[in-house]
Each structure stands twice: as C-alpha cells, then as structure tokens.
C-alpha cells in the first residue's frame, strides 16, 4: 500500500510540469460563459503586513485609476506600520487616486504608524470598533551585538569617509555625536508625518500632541481626536463608498483566486525573513 502512495507522488513529482502546462491550456480554452459580462464598478484594495514594499499597492492604485469602469475604491488596512519611504508613497498615491474617483479607508484590524500615514488623504475613514488607530511617531533601532561579537572572536574592520557613515552601526554603542545626528533625522521624519496628517484630516499642526505624540487609540477615541471618520463595520464602509461612487448596483473587482494564494504566500514568506534579520538592522520606521 505504502509502496503504491510512493509510486504515486513520485509520478506526480516527475509531470508536475506537464500537469501544470495542461491545466493552463484548459483555462485558455475552456468555452466562455454566455452570461453578458458585468464590470466591475468598485475596486477593494488591501494593505495587510509590514510596509516594506510599496510596488504591489502601488500597482494596484494606479490600475484602479486608470480604469474608466472603475468608479470607486475601498482601502482595506490593516497593517502595523514599516518602512518610511513606502508608506508616504501609498499615502500620496491615495491621494491623487481620491481627486479623480472617491477612496474610503476601512481599517479592519490594526491601522498604525506607516497604515495609518497611507490613510489620511482618503475621503473617508472608517474603523472597525475592534480596531487600533494611531501611533503617528517615528523609530529607529538597531541592537548591540559588540559584546556578543567580542565573546565569539569577531572584530569588525571598515573602511569610511564621513563622520556620521557608520551612524547607527549594531556592532558598537552609538557615540553621543551619532545619536544627536540620528535623532535630528527621526524628528525630521516626525514633522512631516504630523504636518501631512494635519493636511490631510483638517487638524491643528499645533495641537498635535493630542492625536500623535505615538498615541495608540481605541477606534471610538480615534474617532474622538479626529484620525477617523465613523466607527462601523466594513458594509457600512461600502455603502457609503457606493453612494460617493454614485453606483446603483455595486459590482467588485474580483481577484483571480490564483493569484491571490500566491501574492498572500509570497508576502508572508518576505515578512518572516524580514522581521527575523530586523533587530540586526539600524531601520527608520513609521
């Protein structure tokens, strides 16, 4: 029995290929259905993970605004935050996307730091009442692995030009020099987040120590300081979106299943090796 499931999976292992090149044949040429075709009218994009890469969203947004059947987009987050340089890329490309059809944010789960930067020129927002919003502030760490290094016989040997090149550096502490430099980048960064998210919700860059400051809020106190709009569940975010979309039946975009699988094992698989190797690195994060 045992020697026939190994027959078995062997045969399969050896016309992988072959079984894959005839099931795509079979989708090209399978008879199409004689139902007319509907198009779509609305467009769902998620956010979920660690921001790291800003390709695949930004593939998507730019899809959406080209597509002349599209007349609406709903912006599902749920993300911690990441890298700073992808999240502002998100953040205005929703914004431009928003001048030409309406975009509604959704935050589904956790919608913090870099998430919540990719929010904020939306023309709506609404959060689950389960969700967390906020955390606008900026970080950067590295660890400190020189006595670890000097116990296992490493010394690390360079060559540089500049005084700040190995600011941020996890083989030694920091000098006071190189943490004054890397906290006038940090603040840099904190500026423009506050002033864009003021911009973008309509508050009082003044009085930012109420909705920033790395505050982590409940979705009604969210609501409370102005991050959000309305605290609901995701149908409420898509009536609204079809109504704004001037829409009288909603027809999504649907994602080829496929694909879907593929694009949700890559990205976890990216997000494992990252977070594993990320105490290692000297970061700056939303």
Not at 52 to 76: P, S
Not at 136 to 148: D, H, K, P, R
Not at 154 to 163: A, N, R, Y
């Given at each position: 029995m045992f020697k026939n499931i190994s027959n078995t999976i062997k045969w399969i292992g050896d016309?992988?290929?072959?079984?894959?090149?005839?099931?795509?044949?079979?989708?090209?040429?399978?008879?199409?259905?004689?139902?007319?075709?509907?198009?779509?009218?609305?467009?769902?994009?998620?956010?979920?993970?660690?921001?790291?890469?800003?390709?695949?969203?930004?593939?998507?947004?730019?899809?959406?605004?080209?597509?002349?059947?599209?007349?609406?987009?709903?912006?599902?987050?749920?993300?911690?935050?990441?890298?700073?340089?992808?999240?502002?890329?998100?953040?205005?490309?929703?914004?431009?996307?928003?001048?030409?059809?309406?975009?509604?944010?959704?935050?589904?789960?956790?919608?913090?730091?870099?998430?919540?930067?990719?929010?904020?020129?939306?023309?709506?927002?609404?959060?689950?009442?389960?969700?967390?919003?906020?955390?606008?502030?900026?970080?950067?760490?590295?660890?400190?692995?020189?006595?670890?290094?000097?116990?296992?016989?490493?010394?690390?040997?360079?060559?540089?030009?500049?005084?700040?090149?190995?600011?941020?550096t996890p083989t030694r502490e920091w000098t006071p020099q190189e943490r004054k430099e890397l906290e006038r980048l940090t603040k840099d960064t904190y500026d423009l987040f506050i002033k864009d998210v003021a911009r973008g919700r309509g508050l009082d860059v003044k009085n930012y120590k109420t909705y920033a400051d790395a505050h982590i809020f409940s979705a009604e106190r969210a609501k409370s300081v102005g991050l959000i709009d309305e605290v609901g569940i995701k149908s409420e975010a898509q009536e609204y979106l079809k109504e704004e979309s001037n829409v009288t039946k909603a027809v999504w975009k649907k994602k080829d299943k496929f694909e879907s699988f593929i694009e949700k094992l890559t990205s976890n698989a990216v997000a494992q090796v990252r977070s594993y190797f990320y105490g290692l690195k000297s970061e700056l994060s939303l």
């Open positions: 016309h992988f290929k072959g079984l894959l090149f005839l099931l795509i044949l079979l989708i090209i040429f399978m008879p199409a259905s004689k139902t007319p075709l509907q198009h779509a009218n609305l467009q769902e994009i998620k956010l979920t993970g660690p921001i790291m890469n800003a390709d695949k969203v930004l593939k998507e947004i730019n899809t959406a605004k080209k597509d002349k059947h599209i007349k609406g987009v709903l912006f599902n987050i749920n993300s911690p935050g990441g890298a700073v340089a992808p999240s502002i890329e998100i953040s205005y490309a929703i914004r431009d996307l928003n001048k030409k059809k309406p975009v509604v944010v959704y935050a589904s789960g956790t919608m913090a730091s870099g998430g919540y930067y990719s929010a904020i020129f939306a023309k709506k927002i609404y959060a689950n009442p389960g969700s967390i919003v906020g955390s606008i502030g900026v970080i950067m760490e590295s660890a400190n692995v020189e006595e670890l290094m000097d116990k296992i016989g490493i010394k690390p040997q360079l060559v540089k030009q500049g005084t700040y090149k190995e600011a941020g």
